[in-house]
C-alpha cells in the first residue's frame, strides 16, 4: 500500500490533497498515512476521497470504519479520532461492529409502531397516540436506534412543543380575550406519554433496555376536574338545546341530551348502533353497549372504554329521545356521519357523527346561553353527584357510570346485569328530576321501590 508522507500537519494537508486530485481519473486506490497505523485514504476515480481506520478487533476479524469524507473532516481531526479509537479498540471495543449491528438495530419509528399495531389500545388512544408520533416524534427521533434515543432527545421533542403557539392563544388573539392555557403543555404531555407508553411496551417483549421517558417529571399540572352544573344551567341548556337551527343539528342536539340523561361518554352515545337496544317500545327498555370479547384467541374490541359490556336501563323520557333518534337511522348505526358536512372530495373521521363535532356544538351552545366551562363530561359527574346526594349506593352509581370495581371480584367477575334494578330506578330518578328542572318544577326525588 502506498504512502502518504506526514511529518507535520501542514505538510500531511498538502500530501494529502495533491494524492487526491493526482488519483481524479484513476481506480479506487488505498493509502497508508506514515506515522498513523491504520490510518488509511481512500482516493476514488471520481476525485473524492476518505479517511478510514483499518484494525483488528478482538476475535481477530479485520474491520474497516470511516471516519469521515476528506474536506468535511481535516487531515487534523481525522489523525485526533484515531488516536482515540485506537486507545478504545485496544481494551476490546469493536467501533466497526458496534455501528453495523446499529444499522441493523429497530428504530424508534419502527418499534412504535410496533406498538401502535400490536399494544393493548383501545381505538380511540390508538388515533391520539398514532398523531403524537406522527407529528412530533418520528420526525425528531424515528430514524435513531431506538436503545439510542435519551432523556435528553425526548424533553428536546416536548419543548419544542411547547414553544409553539398554542390554538387557544391564536384563537383568543383574533377574539381579543385571554386564553386560559398560553402554551402546549397538554400537547407535551401527552406525546412524552406515548413515547414512554411506547418503551414500555418494548422492555416487556425485551425489544429494548431502557425508558428514556420514565424519569421526566409531569410537564402539565394534573388537576382533578370539579365542575358540575347546577339546576339553573341544566335548564338553560335543554332550552338552548330545543332550538331548532341553532349551530347544531337535530342529531347532534339529541346526543347531548340523551349523555345527560344516561350518563354514558360523548363517544359511546355518538357511535350507539341500532342492534345494541332491546324492547324500545316495552317497559324496560334496554341499551346494551358491548365490551371486548376473545374470539379464537384475537380480542375484538367493544365500545366501552373500560372493555366491560355496559348494560344500561332506559328511563322513559331516554327511551322516547332513542325513538326519535331512530327516526331516519338508515343502516348499522343511530347517528351515521352527516356527510353534508364533510368537505367535497373528504372521507368523514368515523362512520357515525364524530365525538369532535359534539364537543364545538357544546361550545357554542355555551356561550348561546351564557354557561361558562362546561362540558358533555361534566354530566357524568352531576349525575354521580345527584345520586350520592339522594343516597344510591357506591356500587349502584358505578354501574350508572361504567366504572370497574378495584376490587379483585370486581375486576375478574363483574356482572353488568347485577342491579339492574335498582340502577334503572337510579336512571329514572335523575331523568325525572331533569324534567322538573327543565320544566321548572321543584327537584322532588320520585320514590321509587323495587318488587
Known amino acids: 500500500m502506498p ?10 494537508e498538502k500530501s494529502v490533497a495533491a494524492t487526491v486530485k493526482a488519483a481524479q481519473g484513476q481506480p479506487q486506490k488505498e493509502w497508508r498515512i506514515e506515522g498513523l497505523p491504520g490510518l488509511v485514504l481512500v482516493t476514488r476515480p471520481s476525485g473524492t476521497a ?4 483499518y484494525y483488528t478487533n478482538r476475535y481477530g476479524k479485520a474491520q474497516k470504519l ?4 476528506v474536506g468535511a473532516l481535516t487531515f487534523a481531526d481525522a489523525k485526533k479520532k484515531t488516536r482515540a479509537l485506537l486507545v478504545e479498540i485496544e481494551n476490546g471495543a469493536d467501533p466497526a461492529g458496534d455501528r453495523s449491528d446499529k444499522r441493523g438495530a429497530m428504530t424508534f419509528e419502527e418499534m412504535a409502531r410496533r406498538f401502535i399495531a400490536e399494544g393493548d389500545l383501545t381505538d380511540k388512544t390508538r388515533a391520539v397516540y398514532e398523531a403524537c408520533l406522527r407529528k412530533d416524534a418520528y420526525p425528531a427521533i424515528g430514524h435513531m436506534p431506538a436503545d439510542d434515543v435519551t432523556e435528553d432527545d425526548v424533553m428536546s421533542i416536548c419543548r419544542k412543543i411547547m414553544a409553539r403557539p398554542a390554538k387557544l392563544q391564536a384563537a383568543a388573539k383574533k377574539a381579543g380575550t385571554t386564553p386560559r392555557n398560553t402554551d402546549n403543555r397538554v400537547q407535551a404531555e401527552r406525546t412524552k406519554t406515548t413515547i414512554g407508553g411506547a418503551y414500555r411496551w418494548a422492555k416487556k417483549l425485551r425489544l429494548v433496555k431502557h425508558n428514556p421517558a420514565r424519569d421526566i ?12 352544573p347546577t339546576d339553573a344551567e341544566l335548564k338553560a341548556l335543554w332550552a338552548g338545546l330545543d332550538e331548532e337551527g341553532r ?7 339529541l346526543i347531548i341530551k340523551l349523555a345527560l340523561l344516561t350518563g354514558q361518554r360523548r363517544d359511546e352515545v355518538c357511535g350507539a348502533e341500532v342492534s345494541e337496544f332491546e324492547g324500545l317500545d316495552s317497559d324496560n327498555p334496554i341499551w346494551r353497549i358491548p365490551g371486548d370479547q376473545s374470539t379464537k384467541g384475537k380480542v375484538v374490541r367493544g365500545r366501552m372504554k373500560n372493555g366491560r359490556e355496559q348494560v344500561v336501563p332506559l328511563s322513559p323520557l331516554a327511551a322516547e329521545l332513542w325513538r326519535q333518534a331512530f327516526e331516519g337511522a338508515d343502516g348499522k348505526y343511530v347517528f351515521p356521519a352527516e356527510l353534508k358536512t364533510v368537505k367535497p372530495g373528504s372521507e368523514p373521521r368515523a362512520p357515525h357523527i364524530h365525538g369532535e363535532s359534539v364537543t364545538m356544538a357544546m361550545r357554542r351552545l355555551r356561550e348561546r346561553v351564557e ?11 352531576a349525575i354521580g353527584n345527584w345520586l350520592e346526594d339522594h343516597e344510591f349506593s357506591r356500587e349502584v352509581i358505578d354501574r350508572v357510570l361504567a366504572h370497574v370495581d378495584q376490587s379483585v371480584t370486581g375486576k375478574h367477575y363483574a356482572n353488568s346485569a347485577r342491579r339492574l334494578g335498582e340502577v334503572r330506578v337510579a336512571l329514572e330518578a335523575w331523568a325525572s328530576h331533569v324534567e322538573n328542572v327543565v320544566s321548572g318544577g321543584m327537584d322532588a326525588m320520585p320514590l321509587l321501590e323495587l318488587d
Open 50 to 53: 476518505g479517511f478510514y481506520l
Open 66 to 69: 470511516k471516519l469521515g469524507e
Open 217 to 228: 417529571g409531569r410537564l402539565a399540572p394534573k388537576v382533578a376536574r370539579g365542575r358540575t
Open 371 to 381: 354557561i361558562e366551562d362546561l362540558t358533555v363530561h361534566d354530566f357524568r359527574r
Open 247 to 253: 349551530g347544531a343539528s337535530e342529531k347532534v342536539r
Open 3 to 12: 504512502r502518504v508522507r506526514a511529518n507535520t500537519i501542514k505538510d500531511a
